[in-house]
């Protein structure tokens, strides 16, 4: 199944680009190869030009303590594990302190780093990081993959809380839903949202056997999907056939 999530306001699309490039990070990072690594280096750019937001570390510590209110509300209620509970109020608080530790904004210490600063000025300009023009950045890529590994974890090390921090409440928020079964008809589907609820987060599973693509839009009253397909003529048409897949609105 192909998963794709469709966020209803901004703040969310800003940790959904932030997880995606923390899990590319991750990806990275591990490997050997110089060009794996630069790639690497260049997303910790993109990290910080994305947490570079002014308010972005003051919302995600606003909404882990929101979280843990929400939580605490639980203690003594029977069917919940008391166990289970603590260990994710814990894990919230250990994210809220690491984050609120850290002076300015996520990355903001590597802006002190004149070498890496001399790197993102020219990762930019196409093709601007040649052996010509930054050979100190030149050599280093033919130092040991073990060398480079150490210093990109080094560097990736300032961003671990808020990367920790995006990972559990977006965790949190796709497990606040529940997964149904929809039909399009004609390619066509569309829901009433019910009132008193702020979905923030929709998440739809359709088989890629099908080979359809799914464009969602949405609001706080009412979401859509259109089935569309690529034709030979590389563009996409819409799907005049009945297709079922899986929707699941997190509030």
């Known amino acids: 199944m192909i998963l794709y999530e469709y966020p209803f306001n901004e703040r969310l699309r800003t940790y959904l680009r932030l997880e995606q ?17 630069h790639f690497a280096l260049v997303t910790i750019f993109e990290i910080m030009d994305v947490a570079a937001r002014a308010d972005l570390k003051a919302d995600v510590l ?11 509300a639980y ?6 594990s008391e166990a289970a509970l603590n260990a994710v109020i814990g894990q919230l608080d250990r994210c809220f302190a690491a984050l609120n530790a850290q002076a300015g904004k996520s990355g903001h210490a590597l802006t002190e780093n004149d070498w890496l600063m001399s790197i993102r000025s020219r990762v930019g300009i196409p093709g601007g990081t040649c052996g010509f023009d930054l050979p100190a950045y030149y050599a280093w890529q033919h130092k040991e993959p073990e060398t480079r590994q150490r210093a990109l974890e080094d560097w990736a090390s300032t961003l671990a809380p808020l990367a920790e921090s995006i990972y559990v409440l977006l965790k949190l928020l796709r497990d606040s839903g529940v997964p149904q079964k929809v039909a399009a008809e004609r390619g066509q589907f569309q829901q009433n949202l019910p009132q008193g609820r702020t979905f923030q987060l929709l998440r739809l599973r359709i088989d890629p056997a099908l080979d359809l693509i799914p464009e969602i839009s949405g609001n706080r009253l009412i979401v859509s999907v259109r089935l569309m397909r ?3 003529d590389t563009r996409l048409h819409a799907c005049a056939e009945d297709a079922a897949f899986e929707l699941t609105l997190c509030a």
């Open 62 to 72: 606003k909404d882990i303590e929101k979280h843990k209110h929400q939580l605490d």
């Open 75 to 80: 203690r003594g209620n029977p069917s919940i």
């Open 21 to 37: 490039l923390f899990r590319r990070l991750g990806e990275l990072i591990p490997r050997a190869h110089p060009l794996d690594h």
């Open 230 to 232: 690529l034709g030979d």
